[in-house]
């Protein structure tokens, strides 16, 4: 790499990557006139859900204008579209607060269950992902195989559901729903949480596991592994210092893919946790058809996942000499 | 003057059917004393973000859980769903539609303020206000006016006669809140327990009031409400210890925590059901053979084993359960009789008819029933098509809005309630679209009536009148079914719903 050509290497990254930003935000828009559109054609709406079934036309007529649904919706989305640009995602039709309040109250637990998954699961994965592609073929990577296709296999309400009746309901070791006290010690934080990192962890680790085996084994066939062998260099180097910086686009991409999935897919395991977190929250807007909650729920997962995969294509690009200087 | 607490039932009585419900539930009144302490989890079913402190617009059991802790009613229900003195020490009316209420000397709200006369008035009569958004404003359109008539009396007009206000007055929606309070963010009642914190669609705790009104009154240092809305999970969380009772226990999980030494199932006769629903203003489904052929069709028996494992009580297609003192015995019971429906069917020349049933989880175990009507339909040449809708929805576009579908209705106090809210003809949800002239009329006249007897005589004939004709097939009254650990203690039904009616908060006590 010659001194001459570094400023440009870096104006091709930096262009890709504004590029990349740009596109998230059409997305964003695009998604949040999608989501606008389809959740008024569900049936119903906020204030029928609020009165409940013996409610009179005119109550319902009278909440809908307090709640002011009976505006056109072009007029409401670009009203919540304006609120949102400047950083107010309104007021919730259902709960008497600003829905950036009732976020902000749930989305410290969805963030805390996400990262700490991520924390136990990526290590794992990497561990086995390595050590089945070294491994290849042999008696290792085949038991690595069985366990991580049956991994992912498994639902995870069956995962969960099992572990709750032998780990809560039979040993009693850990609690059976995830109720994190104010001010926790340590003791009780990894005792509250480790039933849903647990079931988390089990598809992610097994997904990724897989996906990073892949990624490696892809590379250890290319010549200059081959070279790299023959002059000697031991295999866990190899795979540390030769192999891995080159699987790492892949490797990243796949990394993102389970992380966004932990932010929004975590329904299941907040359902039979009973955990407060954002996908909850968001299944619930649906039901009471909270549309700025739903929304503003809608938007965020949106968000991490586009950040998610911004990242995971600029490390991509960064790691790759030839998409660095396009 | 007629005092209908005193006339009715005394407050000894009260006391005495305390006592009947705690030996009852097991727990030997007599050999232990209720004691002051402990600190429980409770879980039930839904909680979202539309969670309120605001008793006008409690909607799910969770807010009559957290509004019956927090606040105290004029009047309260005992184990047969009688309206017994609360906060109203005398109610005492002449014609059943002017009532003198004296309230209670030395009650305090939990900021400390004392009880008076307005805040009565004020949370009467702020339900008819639209601002309020109050879940009985139906119900409470019937108060006129109230009038203070001295520091701790207060005059309550009716727009007629209704002689079960103190049996209404005791729904958690009447709940007794200061006066000029319209911001709900912060409770202040002058209920059981005083609310600690409160986050909408996670968690309530609350803590014992040492100034409750009830001397020794409650037992519970901290109770802790959250909602685990899957029955496998709660479930488990109660068998695990993480939570000490729990409701909507289904039927099938009821022997696995019968099974467990420290865990009992407490069952609430209750007069909830599903219901099929014909409507009138179609020509299959109002035809009056097609819908007694219909209700031949019921196989009551095989759904109270099999659906609700005999955890139900069979229902004569009314809405009156065998346990309510205006039920009519006299109404022999309808059996499943498929020849019979099979004739009824013939007659009315609708053999080989095809017609759709909507079906919804959010009609509880509907699609069961479903199943099990187009088994027995197909066989007498009926052709049901059972169509499956989600729940999210389902009461705004399909409840009532096709020829068959299935309804579900919550046990009411009163029997003069459910009739007005279901069965009279123009009630908003008169399911079926049913109109009967003398129904209506009866209904008007019960309400008039003083003497109990002839009361219940009315309501026999209403019974009759829609058992007869009336376009919904009832087949079974489910129970409600709660699961407990056994230290707690002092536990006994109260029909209304399940944890006693929502008011368990203030009877029961840790034993350990």
Same mark, same amino acid.
């Given at each position: 790499m010659s001194a001459a050509t570094t400023p440009s290497i870096w104006r091709g990254a930096v262009r890709l990557i504004a590029q990349?930003?740009?596109? +998230? /935000? &059409?997305?964003?828009?695009?998604v949040s006139a999608v989501i606008f559109t389809l959740s008024s054609l569900l049936p119903g709406d906020a204030a029928q859900e609020v009165l409940g079934r013996g409610a009179s036309p005119e109550q319902v007529a009278a909440l809908r204008h307090q709640m002011g649904l009976d505006r056109p919706a072009p007029v409401r989305y670009v009203e919540w579209l304006f609120g949102i640009a400047t950083g107010n995602p309104g007021h919730s039709l259902v709960a008497n607060e600003p829905v950036a309040e009732i976020i902000s109250e749930r989305l410290p637990n969805t963030l805390t269950l996400a990262a700490l998954t991520t924390l136990v699961a990526v290590p794992c994965a990497f561990l086995i992902g390595i050590a089945s592609a070294v491994a290849q073929g042999r008696k290792l990577d085949r038991l690595l195989n069985i366990l991580t296709l049956s991994m992912v296999a498994l639902p995870?309400?069956? &995962? +969960?559901?099992? +572990? &709750?009746?032998?780990?809560? &309901?039979?040993?009693?070791?850990?609690?059976?729903i995830t109720l994190v006290p104010k001010d926790p010690t340590f003791g009780q934080f990894v005792r509250a949480y480790a039933m849903p990192v647990i079931v988390l962890g089990v598809g992610v680790i097994a997904q990724l596991g897989r996906m990073i085996r892949a990624a490696i084994i892809a590379e250890l066939g290319r010549p200059y592994v081959e070279m790299a062998r023959l002059k000697g260099v031991k295999s866990m180097r190899m795979v540390f210092r030769h192999v891995l910086p080159n699987a790492i686009g892949p490797i990243v991409n796949a990394m993102a893919l389970s992380l966004s999935y932990l932010f929004g897919g975590a329904i299941v395991v907040e359902t039979? /946790?009973?955990?407060?977190?954002? +996908?909850?929250l968001m299944v619930n807007a649906v039901t009471t058809r909270d549309m700025p909650l739903l929304q503003a729920c809608a938007m965020i997962f949106c968000a991490t996942y586009l950040l998610l995969v911004l990242i995971a294509d600029t490390v991509a690009i960064l790691a790759n000499p030839r998409l660095r200087q396009r | 003057m007629v005092d209908v607490f005193s006339t009715d039932v005394s407050r000894r009585t009260l006391l005495g059917g305390l006592a009947a419900g705690l030996a009852a539930s097991g727990v030997g009144a007599a050999e232990r004393r209720p004691r002051v302490g402990g600190r429980?989890?409770?879980?039930?079913?839904a909680a979202s973000t539309a969670d309120t402190l605001d008793p006008a617009k409690g909607n799910l059991s969770t807010d009559y859980l957290r509004h019956y802790m927090i606040y105290s009613g004029l009047t309260q229900y005992d184990g047969q769903m009688r309206g017994q003195p609360c906060l109203a020490e005398q109610m005492v009316t002449r014609d059943n539609i002017v009532w003198h209420i004296r309230l209670r000397r030395g009650v305090h709200f939990h900021d400390g303020k004392p009880l008076t006369a307005d805040d009565v008035v004020y949370s009467l009569m702020r339900h008819r206000d639209p601002a309020t958004g109050s879940k009985v404003k139906a119900i409470a359109d019937q108060f006129v006016g109230a009038r203070r008539t001295g520091p701790l009396e207060l005059e309550l007009r009716l727009t007629g006669p209704n002689p079960d206000l103190p049996i209404i007055l005791a729904a958690p929606q009447f709940l007794i809140v200061e006066e000029g309070r319209r911001d709900f963010s912060k409770a202040n009642g002058t209920g059981p327990y005083i609310c600690a914190a409160f986050a909408p669609g996670i968690r309530t705790i609350v803590r014992r009031n040492p100034h409750y009104w009830k001397p020794g009154r409650p037992y519970l240092e901290e109770i802790e409400l959250i909602a685990i809305p899957d029955e496998i999970s709660r479930v488990n969380a109660l068998l695990s210890g993480d939570v000490q009772m729990v409701n909507a226990v289904s039927p099938g999980s009821v022997k696995r925590v019968r099974a467990s030494s420290t865990h009992a199932i407490m069952e609430t006769q209750s007069s909830l059901f599903t219901d099929l629903i014909m409507r009138r203003d179609h020509p299959v489904t109002g035809n009056p053979d097609f819908v007694l052929a219909m209700k031949y069709l019921m196989d009551r028996e095989l759904i109270k084993r099999a659906l609700f494992r005999g955890f139900a009580t069979i229902a004569n297609d009314h809405p009156i359960a065998p346990f309510d003192p205006n039920f009519n015995p006299d109404i022999p019971q309808r059996p499943f009789d498929p020849d019979r429906s099979r004739f009824l069917l013939k007659r009315a020349g609708l053999q080989g008819v095809r017609l759709p049933v909507y079906v919804s989880p959010a009609a509880s175990l509907s699609v069961d029933m479903g199943s099990i009507l187009q088994e027995h339909a197909a066989q007498i040449g009926l052709e049901l098509a059972i169509n499956r809708v989600p729940s999210d929805g389902y009461w705004s576009t399909h409840w009532m809005k096709h020829p068959l579908t299935f309804g579900n209705v919550n046990p009411r106090p009163t029997a003069d309630m459910v009739f007005s809210l279901f069965f009279q003809s123009q009630a908003l949800q008169n399911e079926s679209g049913w109109s009967s002239a003398r129904f209506d009329r009866l209904l008007v006249e019960a309400r008039a009536t003083t003497d109990p007897a002839r009361r219940k005589a009315i309501y026999g004939e209403m019974q009759w009148i829609v058992h007869q004709h009336g376009g919904l097939g009832i087949p079974v009254f489910i129970s409600l079914l709660d699961g407990y650990d056994r230290r707690l203690r002092g536990l006994f039904p109260i029909p209304l719903g399940g944890f006693m009616g929502y008011t368990f908060a203030e009877y029961v006590w840790w034993d350990a």
């Amino acid at each position: 790499m010659s001194a001459a050509t570094t400023p440009s290497i870096w104006r091709g990254a930096v262009r890709l990557i504004a590029q990349r930003i740009g596109l +998230a /935000f &059409v997305t964003l828009l695009l998604v949040s006139a999608v989501i606008f559109t389809l959740s008024s054609l569900l049936p119903g709406d906020a204030a029928q859900e609020v009165l409940g079934r013996g409610a009179s036309p005119e109550q319902v007529a009278a909440l809908r204008h307090q709640m002011g649904l009976d505006r056109p919706a072009p007029v409401r989305y670009v009203e919540w579209l304006f609120g949102i640009a400047t950083g107010n995602p309104g007021h919730s039709l259902v709960a008497n607060e600003p829905v950036a309040e009732i976020i902000s109250e749930r989305l410290p637990n969805t963030l805390t269950l996400a990262a700490l998954t991520t924390l136990v699961a990526v290590p794992c994965a990497f561990l086995i992902g390595i050590a089945s592609a070294v491994a290849q073929g042999r008696k290792l990577d085949r038991l690595l195989n069985i366990l991580t296709l049956s991994m992912v296999a498994l639902p995870e309400f069956l &995962v +969960a559901t099992i +572990a &709750v009746l032998i780990l809560a &309901v039979k040993l009693q070791w850990l609690p059976s729903i995830t109720l994190v006290p104010k001010d926790p010690t340590f003791g009780q934080f990894v005792r509250a949480y480790a039933m849903p990192v647990i079931v988390l962890g089990v598809g992610v680790i097994a997904q990724l596991g897989r996906m990073i085996r892949a990624a490696i084994i892809a590379e250890l066939g290319r010549p200059y592994v081959e070279m790299a062998r023959l002059k000697g260099v031991k295999s866990m180097r190899m795979v540390f210092r030769h192999v891995l910086p080159n699987a790492i686009g892949p490797i990243v991409n796949a990394m993102a893919l389970s992380l966004s999935y932990l932010f929004g897919g975590a329904i299941v395991v907040e359902t039979i /946790f009973s955990y407060p977190g954002l +996908a909850s929250l968001m299944v619930n807007a649906v039901t009471t058809r909270d549309m700025p909650l739903l929304q503003a729920c809608a938007m965020i997962f949106c968000a991490t996942y586009l950040l998610l995969v911004l990242i995971a294509d600029t490390v991509a690009i960064l790691a790759n000499p030839r998409l660095r200087q396009r | 003057m007629v005092d209908v607490f005193s006339t009715d039932v005394s407050r000894r009585t009260l006391l005495g059917g305390l006592a009947a419900g705690l030996a009852a539930s097991g727990v030997g009144a007599a050999e232990r004393r209720p004691r002051v302490g402990g600190r429980i989890r409770v879980a039930s079913v839904a909680a979202s973000t539309a969670d309120t402190l605001d008793p006008a617009k409690g909607n799910l059991s969770t807010d009559y859980l957290r509004h019956y802790m927090i606040y105290s009613g004029l009047t309260q229900y005992d184990g047969q769903m009688r309206g017994q003195p609360c906060l109203a020490e005398q109610m005492v009316t002449r014609d059943n539609i002017v009532w003198h209420i004296r309230l209670r000397r030395g009650v305090h709200f939990h900021d400390g303020k004392p009880l008076t006369a307005d805040d009565v008035v004020y949370s009467l009569m702020r339900h008819r206000d639209p601002a309020t958004g109050s879940k009985v404003k139906a119900i409470a359109d019937q108060f006129v006016g109230a009038r203070r008539t001295g520091p701790l009396e207060l005059e309550l007009r009716l727009t007629g006669p209704n002689p079960d206000l103190p049996i209404i007055l005791a729904a958690p929606q009447f709940l007794i809140v200061e006066e000029g309070r319209r911001d709900f963010s912060k409770a202040n009642g002058t209920g059981p327990y005083i609310c600690a914190a409160f986050a909408p669609g996670i968690r309530t705790i609350v803590r014992r009031n040492p100034h409750y009104w009830k001397p020794g009154r409650p037992y519970l240092e901290e109770i802790e409400l959250i909602a685990i809305p899957d029955e496998i999970s709660r479930v488990n969380a109660l068998l695990s210890g993480d939570v000490q009772m729990v409701n909507a226990v289904s039927p099938g999980s009821v022997k696995r925590v019968r099974a467990s030494s420290t865990h009992a199932i407490m069952e609430t006769q209750s007069s909830l059901f599903t219901d099929l629903i014909m409507r009138r203003d179609h020509p299959v489904t109002g035809n009056p053979d097609f819908v007694l052929a219909m209700k031949y069709l019921m196989d009551r028996e095989l759904i109270k084993r099999a659906l609700f494992r005999g955890f139900a009580t069979i229902a004569n297609d009314h809405p009156i359960a065998p346990f309510d003192p205006n039920f009519n015995p006299d109404i022999p019971q309808r059996p499943f009789d498929p020849d019979r429906s099979r004739f009824l069917l013939k007659r009315a020349g609708l053999q080989g008819v095809r017609l759709p049933v909507y079906v919804s989880p959010a009609a509880s175990l509907s699609v069961d029933m479903g199943s099990i009507l187009q088994e027995h339909a197909a066989q007498i040449g009926l052709e049901l098509a059972i169509n499956r809708v989600p729940s999210d929805g389902y009461w705004s576009t399909h409840w009532m809005k096709h020829p068959l579908t299935f309804g579900n209705v919550n046990p009411r106090p009163t029997a003069d309630m459910v009739f007005s809210l279901f069965f009279q003809s123009q009630a908003l949800q008169n399911e079926s679209g049913w109109s009967s002239a003398r129904f209506d009329r009866l209904l008007v006249e019960a309400r008039a009536t003083t003497d109990p007897a002839r009361r219940k005589a009315i309501y026999g004939e209403m019974q009759w009148i829609v058992h007869q004709h009336g376009g919904l097939g009832i087949p079974v009254f489910i129970s409600l079914l709660d699961g407990y650990d056994r230290r707690l203690r002092g536990l006994f039904p109260i029909p209304l719903g399940g944890f006693m009616g929502y008011t368990f908060a203030e009877y029961v006590w840790w034993d350990a």
